[in-house]
């Protein structure tokens, strides 16, 4: 197994941020923390660490004193859980249809929880979405070859994979090229002098000040948006009023401010434009090619407000045939090899998946950390900068972490309240009913850090700073 003290350096590091920035870091906790034999508990722990180290940094670069950061392992797994209730009912979060089939020479996984997705799939079995069960769908698969399925979804949109091992993903053209990639990059992409930043005042958190514009819909990006917030971010999510959303936005959504500007338009661009010049960072998840075929491209935004901090989430990375393609975790997961290699450790006969999303997860709290410290090299060296991440990215780092032999031996709990982690709970009023969700698991020794805006669903703001 790795250090998780070492992981968490190296993340900095990576990020060009000082060597000192983790002198103060506290971390408890050890695996396994979740029935798995992957390291989720030190994958969720360091990305939360770094992600609150790197806020930490700026701060002190703003005028702040030096704080510590503790953060213990089981609450970092746990927050990564995602869950959360509304009004005491904990949401499904996933559609009937979304899982794991059998074909004729495999296994395949379709993501349907969006409507459009899933009655494509459907189309594309050769049923009709109206009347179609779970049963049809599975005995329509039972009929295609994995490979075929797969390649005919991605022609059509659609989001679906078959089931890899890891041998046989690190033989794709794809994990070839994903082998090449770093864990994440983050690179200067035009000159600029630094940005005025207003400097925090005492006792308020690090990211205080820092405009935040998130263009996300899923999960990796909120999740890096939230975070933001939690250090004292002022984040504006903006999503398209004819989008759809998953259920986890009540959780995601908090701490944050919620506008709808429509993109299809010149009226919305406009709009968005505004909103740009006066933000420092940008982050953008939707499909690649998207944001920037509505003129949002990190270039464009580089030059509409030079010093600007552009994030951009892709499921894929950026290089290799299936850099253009759509995904979620749990899709990366079974492509990737992961279900396969959970089935193998677990002794299933069925492909298992991972205990949490932790691909996206894991990679919103890499999104935080280096939208932080590409602030903190806009300060000290200027420029634009683009930060690239993706799902496939951070699932080859989470290979990289080491296996957890006895990680079956941890329990996975149903409800937190049952399982008598309450201690990680807050409950709030939102604009989705009374949430109970999973308080940040980073503890800093100064400001701690939260969310004073509740959730609000899309469109209850206006979109101005």
């Not at 683009?386 to 989470?398: D, F, K, M, P, Y």
Request: charged share 20%.
């Amino acid at each position: 197994m790795t250090d998780v003290f070492e992981v968490t350096r190296q993340l900095l590091a990576d990020a060009g941020l000082p060597p000192d920035v983790a002198d103060k870091l506290q971390l408890t906790g050890h695996e396994p923390v979740l029935p798995s034999s992957f390291a989720v508990g030190t994958a969720a722990q360091s990305t939360i660490a770094a992600a609150a180290l790197a806020a930490c940094a700026l701060g002190r670069l703003r005028g702040q004193a030096a704080q510590g950061v503790s953060v213990d392992m089981l609450h970092a797994a746990i927050e990564c859980m995602g869950w959360f209730s509304q009004d005491g009912v904990a949401p499904d979060l996933w559609d009937s249809f979304s899982g794991l089939y059998r074909a004729a020479d495999g296994w395949v996984r379709i993501h349907a929880n969006f409507v459009h997705h899933r009655e494509g799939a459907l189309r594309l079995l050769g049923l009709d979405p109206a009347v179609a069960t779970r049963s049809d769908a599975e005995a329509a698969v039972a009929k295609w070859n994995a490979a075929d399925f797969e390649d005919a979804a991605a022609a059509a949109g659609l989001v679906v994979t078959r089931l890899r091992s890891f041998e046989e993903w690190d033989a794709t053209p794809q994990g070839r090229a994903l082998a090449e990639q770093p864990l994440f990059s983050l690179r200067r992409i035009g000159d600029a002098p630094p940005l005025e930043l207003p400097p925090p005042c005492a006792g308020q958190r690090p990211l205080t000040g820092i405009r935040v514009l998130e263009l996300t819909r899923i999960l990796a990006g909120p999740v890096g948006g939230r975070t933001l917030a939690a250090h004292g971010a002022d984040v504006l999510l903006i999503n398209g009023p004819h989008l759809p959303n998953i259920a986890a936005i009540a959780d995601t959504s908090r701490g944050k401010r919620s506008a709808l500007v429509d993109l299809r338009d010149d009226e919305g661009k406009e709009t968005l434009r505004g909103l740009v010049g006066g933000a420092h960072v940008f982050i953008q998840g939707y499909r690649p090619g998207g944001i920037e075929g509505r003129g949002f491209g990190p270039e464009k935004l580089a030059l509409l407000r030079p010093g600007i901090v552009v994030v951009s989430l892709s499921a894929y990375g950026t290089k290799g045939p299936w850099a253009g393609r759509r995904g979620f975790d749990s899709l990366v997961q079974t492509a990737m090899g992961f279900n396969h290699a959970e089935s193998e450790a677990a002794g299933d006969t069925k492909p298992r998946p991972m205990p949490v999303q932790i691909l996206d997860e894991a990679t919103g709290y890499l999104m935080a950390m280096a939208a932080a410290a590409a602030l903190y090299r806009q300060q000290t060296e200027g420029g634009s900068w683009l930060v690239e991440v993706s799902l496939a990215q951070t699932g080859r780092w989470l290979r990289g972490l080491g296996r957890v032999v006895e990680g079956f031996t941890a329990n996975l709990p149903k409800t937190l309240e049952q399982a008598g982690y309450d201690q990680y709970l807050e409950s709030s009023e939102s604009g989705f009913g009374a949430l109970r969700a999973v308080r940040h698991a980073a503890i800093l020794s100064g400001t701690p850090a939260g969310w004073d805006l509740p959730s609000e669903p899309p469109g209850s703001h206006s979109p101005t700073w």
